[in-house]
């Protein structure tokens, strides 16, 4: 039977960046971030660039992808360049491409290019301006299509199975360091870890950013899970915070207050909504209920190829929710000494609100 394989539509994307060139009166950039490249043509390689003008894209790398861009680089032309990539750079090639025009704006992505390279393309591309732009094909991300949207629903679903598998697990004795290997080994089944898991039991759970270590989970201990499988390039970002043993009556009442932040925060949301509003939200519960000064981070981050993107869910952010953000909501209370809780869901905004990927209960759990 003839099964018919459905392109991710990269002509179409490049053509979305086209115009925004035009609109940032650029005549061409460099785009040097893997991810970046990798949603533009396919790439999944560790060395490329890409160089796109408002009439063409070529990417290049070097001669130990060759076979593998064959199928996998789609939309532009491809080619191998013999040396290191930026010390050698297609010069020539580029001034045809724009025809010849004077002194030409070329933007790069300055927060995918080391100073390093910066310099070594400054040497070689005299005659044009080098314009450092930012998050120009990161604002093209956040629009997710069906078929990335699939990916992602696919990591929550394999991140909610490792979660529940480590659960069964949770018992006194067991390091985090273990848990977090439980998850870790699941997640290599079907892809890899988005991001370092977070396992941070007991006086951990204070520390936001806390990496699985050697502690024992002890009778009493809240413990904070923060993690995401990557699934065919896609992530999936989830916490949850449960209970080995009865809780510390402060920390439940912490529990319910996070909880309740976050529903309130995921019933404001929709496409048009700005984005600071969302996490004002959230942070105005949390106030109310005195624990506003324990809430240090933001409310959440677009995620996508990477766990981190666009937009930010902030109180200084100056972005408005889209329909196709797919977007953390994560409200936080740190107890010094004491411990943590931090709910977070992965969600889909709509027009009229959102789709929720994070089937995973919320009710407080005690083990
Ligand atoms: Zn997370
Ligand atoms: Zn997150």
Do not use: W
């Amino acid at each position: 039977m003839c099964r018919v394989i459905k392109f991710e539509p990269m002509k179409k994307r490049i053509a979305q960046l086209q115009e925004q060139l035009v609109r940032e009166r650029l005549d061409g950039i460099i785009i040097s971030g893997l991810n970046n490249i990798r949603y533009l043509c396919g790439y999944t390689g560790s060395n490329g660039m890409m160089v796109v003008t408002r009439r063409a894209a070529v990417f290049y790398t070097d001669f130990r992808y060759q076979e593998q861009i064959k199928t996998e680089v789609r939309g532009c032309d491809k080619k191998i360049l013999e040396r290191d990539l930026y010390s050698s750079f297609p010069v020539a090639e580029l001034r045809r491409m724009l025809g010849g025009k004077r002194t030409p704006r070329l933007g790069v992505e300055e927060g995918n290019l080391s100073l390093a390279r910066f310099r070594m393309l400054r040497r070689q591309l005299k005659g044009f301006r080098l314009i450092p732009v930012r998050d120009l094909v990161l604002e093209l991300r956040r629009r997710k299509s069906r078929s990335e949207l699939a990916r992602m629903q696919r990591a929550q679903e394999i991140t909610e199975q490792a979660f529940n598998r480590a659960l069964r697990l949770v018992k006194p004795g067991i390091t985090e360091q273990d848990l977090a290997l439980e998850i870790e080994f699941y997640f290599r089944r079907f892809g890899e870890p988005a991001f370092p898991s977070i396992v941070a039991s007991g006086e951990n759970g204070a520390k936001p950013h806390a990496r699985a270590g050697v502690r024992r989970l002890k009778k009493g201990d809240a413990i904070t899970f923060d993690i995401g499988c990557r699934y065919q390039g896609y992530c999936a970002d989830m916490t949850r915070t449960v209970f080995l043993g009865r809780p510390d009556p402060e920390l439940r009442r912490v529990y319910e207050a996070v909880l309740q932040a976050q529903q309130e925060a995921l019933g404001a949301m929709k496409a048009g909504v700005p984005c600071k509003f969302v996490d004002l939200v959230a942070r105005e519960y949390l106030n109310q209920q005195g624990l506003g000064q324990f809430f240090g981070h933001s409310l959440g981050h677009g995620v996508g190829l990477e766990v981190h993107e666009q937009p930010a869910l902030a109180r200084t952010s100056r972005q408005v929710l889209e329909p196709g953000d797919v977007v953390t909501v994560e409200p936080g209370v740190y107890l010094p000494g004491k411990g943590g809780v931090r709910i977070e869901d992965m969600v889909l905004v709509t027009s009229t609100g959102i789709r929720n990927f994070t089937k995973a209960d919320k009710e407080l759990l005690i083990i």
